[in-house]
């Protein structure tokens, strides 16, 4: 979406998205290299951009997601709003201001989302200030620019305690899937080690997956069978009031 009129952009209120993805091992989220400015250094930073005025939160937040993934209609939620007013107080933070916003001094508030995506749903394509988009393990990120990694944490935090209470993690999954993969999607998010009989003892007691009368094709061991996520059934349980998976 290009603006031509720049007094359609709210200079003091901005969207960041924390999008994850899952590569059959690992969990990652997609970060943007920003446009090289002279004599600051590069660092990786969250997607997001300044509002429109004409926006409500949500729709910027599917903006950004929108220009970067080629995606409409993906989970997005909310993660919290950061304020802090020293947010963007680090040199070169605001050396790269200066040199991109009209108003680089303005303080801004941001409204941070977190997104889940099937990576092999897209390409990401760098837009706005970004040079360019990657994928990067959760474990690899150490800093970013501004107060991106606080807000990174909180969105981390965030989906580990959903995918407690809701099964999410489907979005990150293609719509056929082996228990290996979904075994490992969890341990990924939640972090730590999970029984494999025990949870795929869980999972089909639940009722929220179904097996596929398919196979894998064309891999070097022994080929395991598909699945895919049972919504019908998810409701359901919905409907008796279950809200906690316990893992």
């Known amino acids: 979406m290009q603006i031509k009129n720049k007094h359609q952009i709210n200079h003091r209120i901005s969207t960041d998205c924390v999008i994850f993805g899952f590569d059959f091992n690992q969990l990652r989220v997609l970060l943007i290299e920003r446009q090289p400015v002279e ?9 997001g951009d300044l509002i429109f005025e004409e926006e409500n939160l949500d729709m910027a937040a599917g903006r950004v997601l929108k220009e970067l ?36 001094d303005a303080r801004v508030i941001t409204v941070a ?88 003892r869980k999972m089909l007691k639940l009722n929220m997956v179904e097996s596929l009368d398919e196979k894998q094709e064309g891999v070097p061991h022994k080929p395991s069978q598909y699945f895919k996520f049972n919504e019908e059934n998810y409701l359901k349980l919905l409907e008796k009031g279950f809200n906690n998976f316990g893992f």
């Open 113 to 200: 989302y977190y997104s889940l995506v099937n990576m092999n749903d897209y390409e990401p394509q760098p837009s706005s200030f970004a040079k360019s988009a990657s994928w990067i393990l959760v474990d690899d990120i150490k800093e970013l620019a501004f107060d991106h990694f606080e807000i990174f944490q909180a969105a981390l935090k965030k989906l580990k305690d959903k995918i407690n209470m809701q099964p999410i993690g489907f979005n990150l999954l293609p719509e056929k899937f082996t228990f290996s993969q979904l075994h490992k999607l969890y341990e990924s998010i939640l972090g730590n080690e999970l029984d494999k009989r025990n949870f795929r």
């Open 39 to 47: 004599g600051v250094p590069q660092m990786m930073a969250l997607p």
């Open 69 to 104: 993934t080629g995606l409409n209609d993906i989970f997005l939620e909310q993660v919290g709003a950061f304020g802090d007013p020293n947010r963007v107080n680090k040199p070169n933070d605001k050396k790269w201001l200066q040199a991109v916003r009209q108003d680089p």
